[in-house]
């Protein structure tokens, strides 16, 4: 009898070199995934864990930027690339491969041969947890990890106005769909705190951790707006390891401690 196509099992294969695989996702854009992404890898590495950062946006790359690092990637044998190095953290992406500002323009299937490239020909290095940091959408690349590769968890982060989570609640549906485990929502740019100590809520309210809710995942925590995370970022250096005893790092700390507990 012939397989049917609804039914079908995906044969995942971990990513060679590491222990446990994180996506950080959006299905919406400029909810500040990447900054997450960076920020939570250099606090894990400040837990004392071997971290490997993979950004997989291969039309918006910014992990260059991030880390302040522009250089092409080695490889010792033609076939294989070694990762940028930042402070001790095992770093890839598209942005390393072209020039800053070139366009890519490619259908799906070129899409897909980079992600595998990037998965598949990248010596990564005893890693306790390699962080994946994903585009917008549910598209080409986010169906090519769902499909092929064992993922062990995705973090969902959100702005908390309606606009965000109608797109993340399809994010959330789509995991679940293909069996990725939620290991939980993040609220990002929660608040602004006024220099009269007030918090101003600008994009809402509270609509992070009521979808988490409504979905039965776990509420991860709330990251406001702070200037210096922003120029951390521009500046490449990121906060959470420029400044681990910033408000912001600490926040960061405790939802790395909240993922550590939950795999090791």
């Not at 009521?210 to 406001?224: M, N, V």
Request: with cysteine.
């Amino acid at each position: 009898m012939s397989e049917n196509k609804s039914t079908k099992k995906f044969l995942k294969n971990p990513i060679k070199g590491t222990k446990y695989t994180i996506m950080v996702s959006s299905a919406k854009g400029g909810v500040g995934k990447s900054t997450f992404a960076v920020n939570l890898a250099f606090a894990l590495k400040n837990l004392g864990k071997k971290i490997g950062i993979l950004d997989a946006d291969i039309y918006g790359p910014s992990l260059s930027k991030l880390i302040g690092k522009n250089e092409k990637p080695k490889s010792e044998d033609g076939k294989f690339l070694i990762p940028l190095d930042s402070e001790g953290i095992q770093c890839m992406s598209m942005g390393f491969l072209i020039e800053e500002t070139t366009p890519m323009i490619w259908r799906g299937p070129m899409v897909i041969s980079a992600i595998k490239t990037l998965v598949e020909k990248v010596l990564w290095k005893d890693l306790d947890f390699i962080i994946v940091d994903m585009p917008p959408g549910t598209g080409d690349t986010q169906l090519t990890f769902a499909q092929d590769i064992k993922i062990d968890g995705a973090i969902i982060i959100s702005t908390p106005q309606d606009m965000a989570l109608l797109d993340v609640k399809r994010g959330i549906q789509m995991f679940d769909k293909t069996g990725i485990n939620i290991i939980g929502l993040v609220d990002n740019m929660s608040f602004f705190k006024g220099d009269d100590g007030k918090n101003y809520n600008i994009f809402g309210e509270g609509g992070v951790e009521q979808t988490a809710k409504e979905f039965s995942k776990e509420f991860l925590g709330k990251i406001p707006l702070h200037q210096d995370l922003r120029i951390a970022s521009d500046k490449g250096i990121p906060l959470t390891e420029s400044n681990p005893e910033h408000e912001i790092s600490k926040i960061f700390k405790e939802i790395a401690e909240k993922i550590v507990k939950k795999f090791i």
